[in-house]
């Protein structure tokens, strides 16, 4: 009788572990599900436009799912668009720093009006620290203070004396402008 149990115990034994083990895939599974629906949510708030919800949903994706360079390219999108371009540039760098090994690991498919293509994500955050960094570099420029040519200078002293005389004409009296407009016609 003992060995008749003996046998049933290590089945039984080996039935729970595939238990806990299904237990513990299908909870990594659903954690899984639930993540990608947040990137979707993510997506869709970038889309849309809605910045606060987009970076809501992931700053907490970026600590859960930290080797995912998608979440951190959408989350860089998010600080770009709202004029945080220090912080969209440091993760930018990261990420070309990052897949910098192995280029074309990660690629997005952009679509245009008439085809699409794939592009390797290093290349896109590359581009996109490129422009950061071209815009972060051009400085405003002062208007320079310089001497004006003579010719303007000859016309803004025809344009003082004009406005003089114009100004002289009309501080005559009434009866000498009278006489004037007579003696022309």
């Known amino acids: ?6 046998p049933l115990t290590k089945a039984a034994f080996i039935k729970a572990c595939l238990l806990l083990l299904g237990f513990f895939a299908t909870s990594h599974v659903l954690a899984q599900s639930s993540e990608i629906d947040q990137i979707t949510k993510a997506h869709e708030a970038i889309t849309n436009r809605d910045w606060a919800s987009g970076e809501s949903i992931l700053v ?4 859960s799912q930290p080797k995912n360079p998608f979440v951190f390219y959408d989350l860089a999108q ?3 668009n709202t004029n945080r371009h220090d912080l969209a540039k440091q993760i930018y760098q990261g990420l070309t720093n990052t897949l910098s090994s192995d280029p074309n690991k990660y690629t997005i498919v952009v679509r245009a009006p008439y085809a ?3 592009v390797s994500l290093m290349s896109l955050a590359q581009s996109k620290l490129n422009a950061i960094n071209a815009m972060q570099t051009v400085v405003p420029q002062s208007v320079a203070k310089i001497p004006l040519p003579a010719m303007i200078t000859a016309m803004a002293t025809t344009q003082q004396i004009t406005s003089s005389v114009v100004a002289s004409f009309s501080d005559e009296p009434k009866s000498s402008r009278g006489s004037r407009s007579r003696a022309k016609n």
Do not use: W
């Open 78 to 80: 998010v600080y770009e």
């Open 116 to 118: 699409s293509r794939l």
């Open 1 to 6: 009788m003992m060995r008749f149990m003996l």
């Open 60 to 63: 907490p994706l970026t600590q």
